[in-house]
């Protein structure tokens, strides 16, 4: 039956489809239930203290400006701090080049507003970050997938997919959603050799950059392209950097910047300005009277540690329990990890069963912009603590051998 | 020059054009211009105390959930609470037909993501709200202005636009901005008639709904509609409504709402999960903690009091000083007033004049759909203290008649 509405709705509104992960949420309130599925942050990690402590000064002394109408392109002295942080991964900006936006994913929805008419080409790594492709497809983005292993982007496969004349590619290169692996040096390096020789510029999505557990830095894309182009003596970089404190202070605040030349983002401040105004001015001041004496820094060690932590939990357990036949990443930060079956497992149909044994993930195919990968999932190790970890984990094996067991009678 | 940015930008961007008054708050920063330009509430009336002890009770006590990722609709609590402060005005929903948005400009972005194919044609109050020109024209849309007078929309003139299918009627039925006027209870009938007749979906914005000073509250489109459709038996309304805490609690917490039937309400919160995932929870847990008790109602009496003095101050200097054949509308509420000038002046050139007396006001024109009426202004009478609408409108009044003698000599 069409209601009233039904043929009243936006053609785009075909092309918007709900996230897996959030429809699973709900499965999440059961308290019964181990969720390996969000990528939320640990929430005994969030600095409690520091926010009372922010929030009452700047409502104490800044209460006129806080809690009034604020500029577009965020508030200053926030744009100075994340601009004066970012110099420690070498990123060299000032606040014209940053935009403060309500979380990435306005970013990303920005960004595929300002750049996307239907049918544009865009290349993302496969799997790549869902959010992404929902922000993207509300503009009628088209996908060129191109394949990731343990060095992420497979780059020595992008060249052919750059001959369409993509409008940017989109990449994460540090601990991926969802398989949690890293662009290597190597190939971040040949990324932005093709993306100067084809003319393309990237979108480097970065929020999980900080929490590195292990091994070295490495330098931003953004960073490697300005140095490329310094020595050709003709600075104009052509990469777009976001990130968050979603993952350093907390996602609850919904705060995040975009780093671009003056000219993205003072288109940037045009689509934002007819989408929200602006960013509610006491989240970015409270995130500026968290974070200005260098508090993230240090608070971030402390996160490391803990997901460290239950990294390690997860990769034991999962060597201990898991059958023969799945194999899993071993990130070296981030969130995530991402776990491969035989291929003759849907991820989809075990999720079924693996709620009857109380334990939740997310099914891999969501992360394809192809929708192929029926055998994978993404597992997170952030928000469990690391008992419920390894419960959780001993409860999935359980239901992937009964899957396989019934699988084999069948 | 083309930059290597220049032809990469989507179409759409054509299409997006800052707000004069945004572009105007630079002058404000000049603290010694009176402002009647923006549309900020009065800062002394943002109740610091209750927002600090809100933010120390959520920190306190629910802080996990707080700084933790949400859900799309929002924040089950608040969306009760407005469902039910919603029956003060008769409208009868529950939280199912709520989501809540980052401000009222979200939910206009939303509407118009979930409802605007390239070319559809919107009917909008000529003027009206430069906000939603400017969150629409990324979508596309075009418009069909129909005027205004006292009474709000010229409902006479509305039929036969009617007749080419618009997408949707936008009105801001309650001291509207930007001329702050309020629609009469014959002309709300009207309406609905004809939308109803013709099939057209209304838009309803009311910011400002409970900021009456005087005379009696006209029900809501919303409910007339209702009530209408009750009688005959079948209710399904096709009434969208949104309003939002920026002028009652605080603008710079961001925090708005759109009451919709569950299937609108459904493809909002697809849209909005693409574009920003969800409104700061903390935020929304604050404005629980603070409106929770009824202490909306008892402040919005407060802010009443200081408005309505305002406006008196500003209404009785404007008949002192104001030189004859300039006119202006007397708002029974909300934050503006409208002013025409003589025909021969434009508005945007006694700007300049204006400045440099140290006062400002927004120029008429960017209101208007077609860009007419270069004569007409906004003033605003929330934001500056009363002494200072004494001494703005003395300025305002020399720089007119300034203006007309330079004229009447050229």
């Excluded at 039956?1 to 785009?12: E, G, I, L, Y």
């Amino acid at each position: 039956m069409t209601t009233f509405w039904d043929n009243r709705f936006a053609q785009r509104t075909q092309l918007m489809k709900g996230s897996a992960i959030r429809e699973l949420l709900k499965f999440v309130e059961d308290p019964e239930v181990i969720s390996f599925a969000g990528g939320m942050p640990a929430p005994d990690a969030f600095p409690i203290k520091e926010f009372t402590d922010a929030c009452n000064r700047v409502l104490k002394t800044q209460s006129s400006q806080a809690l009034q109408y604020g500029s577009t392109d965020g508030y200053l002295p926030l744009r100075e701090m994340i601009a004066q942080q970012s110099k420690r991964y070498g990123i060299e900006v000032t606040p014209e080049n940053i935009l403060i936006t309500s979380g990435s994913q306005q970013a990303l929805d920005l960004l595929g507003k300002i750049f996307i008419n239907p049918g544009d080409h865009i290349v993302v790594e496969n799997p790549t970050y869902v959010g992404a492709l929902q922000a993207l497809n509300a503009y009628g983005a088209e996908y060129i997938p191109v394949p990731t292993d343990e060095e992420g982007m497979v780059t020595s496969e992008l060249e052919k997919s750059l001959r369409s004349s993509p409008k940017f590619i989109y990449v994460l290169p540090n601990f991926q959603n969802p398989t949690g692996v890293t662009l290597s040096f190597e190939r971040r390096l040949q990324l932005i050799e093709l993306s100067e020789k084809y003319g393309v510029p990237i979108i480097e999505d970065d929020p999980y950059g900080q929490l590195r557990f292990e091994g070295d830095n490495l330098p931003p894309i953004e960073v490697l392209d300005s140095q490329t182009r310094a020595q050709g003596g003709c600075y104009s970089g052509n990469v777009i950097y976001t990130s968050t404190f979603s993952k350093t202070l907390s996602p609850g605040i919904r705060l995040a910047w975009v780093i671009a030349p003056p000219e993205v983002i003072h288109k940037l401040v045009l689509a934002k300005q007819g989408t929200d105004l602006h960013t509610a001015t006491f989240n970015q001041m409270i995130a500026y009277e968290v974070g200005k004496n260098g508090f993230i820094n240090e608070h971030v060690k402390y996160i490391r540690k803990i997901y460290k932590e239950r990294r390690d939990v997860m990769l034991d357990t999962l060597e201990e329990h898991m059958p023969e036949g799945v194999k899993w990443t071993h990130p070296e930060g981030g969130l995530f990890l991402w776990m491969t079956l035989p291929e003759c497992i849907d991820s989809r149909e075990l999720l079924t069963e693996a709620l009857k044994f109380k334990v939740a993930f997310v099914p891999g195919c969501s992360f394809f912009a192809d929708g192929s990968h029926p055998n994978t999932m993404r597992l997170n190790f952030s928000y469990a603590s690391p008992d419920l970890i390894n419960e959780g984990i001993g409860r999935l094996a359980k239901a992937i051998k009964q899957f396989i067991a019934k699988d084999k009678k069948a």
